[in-house]
């Protein structure tokens, strides 16, 4: 084995030495680098396109408690004061109301649901030869509906009147 030539290695180092020789170094291993940089891009694009689309909708309400002063009746007894618990309960009884099937199909067949491409089950060839019944449009109001009600999550805020409803598509 030949002994190790020291100068050559301190050549070689030295070629990092300064950003000059570091940039002449990059300009010689430019095809390279734009190879790699397009190749990653490439990959990104590929894959960003491979990624099903998910949107969020948020939407939050805001429950009017019960009138606690209905018909005047707190000159009638000054000692009532208001129940919080029982606006939570309203509260809490309206969100419940909100995800009721007849409410959700209601709201369904007023946004025309139906219509939209992705409210529409994804049909065979047999499936597409039924849909000119009467029947079929049934079915397709009532897919829509169940499209919305699998997709939509409504809670009540803790300790206050609103309620945030949620929808993923």
Known sequence: MPPRDWAKADT???EWSSPVEFMRVLYRRRVTLLSVTLAGVFIAALLSMAQPRLYRSVASLEVQGVNENFLNLR????????NASSNDVYVKTQSEI???DALIEQA???LNLAERPEFQPHSGFWERL???SPRAAQNAAQ???DVARKHLKIEPA??????SG????
Do not use: V
């Open 166 to 169: 949620l929808r993923c598509a």
């Open 158 to 163: 803790r300790d206050s009147q609103i309620i």
């Open 143 to 145: 897919y829509a509906a």
């Open 108 to 110: 369904s067949d007023k």
């Open 98 to 100: 909100l995800q009721q």
């Open 75 to 82: 000159d009638i007894d000054p000692a009532a004061t208001p």
């Open 130 to 132: 039924r849909e000119a």
């Open 12 to 14: 070689a180092d030295s």
